[in-house]
C-alpha cells in the first residue's frame, strides 16, 4: 500500500513563494511515477507537473512552466513543488499522486493510482 503525504499549502501573497512537499512510503522512492496536480472550485483537476523518481527528469504544464519547479530528494522519498511568482488564480487545492513506472500520458490523472490528501494553496491580491 503506497501512502502519500502533503504538506506546504497555506495563504500567500501575490507574488511570494510556497514549496509543497509529498512524502512517499510503502515502497522505494526510485519506482515511482510522481505528479503534482490541481484543482480550482467549479474547474476540473488539470496536471502540473510530473517527475520520474529514479533519475529526477520533470515534466511541466505549458503554464507551469518559468513559475513552478518540481524536484525530489531520493533519501528522504520526499517530491517538491516550488511555487514562484504566485498569482490569483493559481488559488487551488494541490495534489500530490503516484504510479509504479514512467507513463507518456503522465497528464492524465486515471494513470495514477494512488492520491495524497490535499494542500489548500491561496494567493491573495
Known amino acids: 500500500q503506497v501512502q502519500l503525504v502533503e504538506s506546504g499549502g497555506g495563504l500567500v501573497q501575490a507574488g511570494g513563494s510556497l514549496r509543497l512537499s509529498c512524502v512517499a512510503s510503502g515502497r522505494a522512492f526510485a519506482g515511482y511515477f510522481m505528479g503534482w496536480f490541481r484543482q480550482a472550485p467549479g474547474k476540473e483537476r488539470e496536471f502540473v507537473a510530473a517527475i520520474r523518481g529514479d533519475i529526477g527528469e520533470g515534466y511541466y504544464a505549458d503554464s507551469a512552466k518559468g513559475r513552478l519547479t518540481i524536484s525530489r530528494d531520493i533519501a528522504k522519498n520526499t517530491v517538491y513543488l516550488q511555487l514562484n511568482s504566485l498569482k490569483p488564480e493559481d488559488t487551488a487545492v494541490y495534489y500530490c499522486?503516484?504510479?509504479?513506472?514512467?507513463?507518456?500520458?503522465?497528464?492524465?490523472?486515471?494513470?495514477?493510482?494512488?492520491w495524497g490528501q490535499g494542500t489548500q494553496v491561496t494567493v491573495s491580491s
Open positions: 499522486a503516484a504510479r509504479f513506472g514512467y507513463n507518456n500520458k503522465y497528464y492524465y490523472p486515471p494513470i495514477y493510482g494512488y
